[in-house]
């Protein structure tokens, strides 16, 4: 079974501090990882996978297969960064289909 | 391009009832993924929909089912309404294999 654990339900930094939110993952397979981000009176849409391995927003986060974690961090917060954000596993059969697990979230709140 | 759109944006029905809930993907896409978001949670995976045929599901009891169209729309059917399936229920379209689009959700009040 496929699982994703977020632990903090809020984190709450001051502009200008650096910011990680923590993820965990049970699999034993070899997943793909995923943070998918939900603003105000948005839709949740994808923030980064950890097989592009790029920077978004100035967000990044490294797949440690040995800590089974894929933590979401950025050196510097900044007030629109205030969101929900969900990590996610994607666990797939042969031929691509998904079935994606996502954690409970973790409300990042940035204080002025 | 609208992206993914589903109706309708609010429901409420009476426990018993049946609902049937609907989704046009983002324009390109071929796959449909359905998920129960409830209130405080994550999105809980219920089943995709590829080439007009569940591929792969999650614990939800057979209520739950679905439906996709030759157009790649699809449609999830809920039976004998719960109080406990109230819920925002989401819809993701994809390509096979890519990552998730999401639309802006239905939220279902049983009472």
């Known amino acids: 079974a496929q699982r994703v654990t977020q632990p903090e339900k809020l984190l709450s930094v001051f502009k200008g501090a650096p910011v990680e939110l923590k993820c965990n993952y049970s699999y034993s397979g070899s997943p793909e990882l995923f943070w998918y981000v939900q603003y105000s009176r948005q839709r949740l849409q994808l923030l980064l996978r950890h097989i592009s391995r790029e920077s978004i927003k100035g967000f990044t986060a490294d797949l440690n297969k040995g800590e089974t974690s894929f933590h979401l961090k950025k050196p510097f917060a900044q007030e629109e960064d205030s969101a929900m954000y969900y990590c996610a596993l994607s666990a797939g059969k042969s031929g691509g289909y998904q079935k994606v697990t996502f954690g409970t979230g973790t409300k990042l709140q940035v204080i002025p | 391009d609208a992206g993914v759109t589903q109706s309708p944006t609010h429901l409420i029905k009476t426990r018993g009832q049946q609902v049937t809930l609907r989704c046009s993907p983002k324009s390109g896409h071929d796959t449909v993924s359905w998920y129960q978001q409830a209130l405080g949670q994550g999105p809980q995976f219920i089943f995709q929909y590829y080439e007009e045929e569940e591929r792969q599901r999650g614990n939800f009891p057979d209520r739950f089912s679905g439906h996709q169209f030759p157009n790649y729309s699809s449609e999830l059917n809920v039976n004998a309404l719960l109080l406990g399936d109230s819920a925002l229920y989401l819809c993701?379209?994809?390509?096979?294999?890519?990552?998730?689009?999401f639309g802006n959700g239905t939220r279902l009040t049983v009472t």
């Open positions: 993701a379209s994809s390509l096979l294999g890519s990552p998730l689009h």
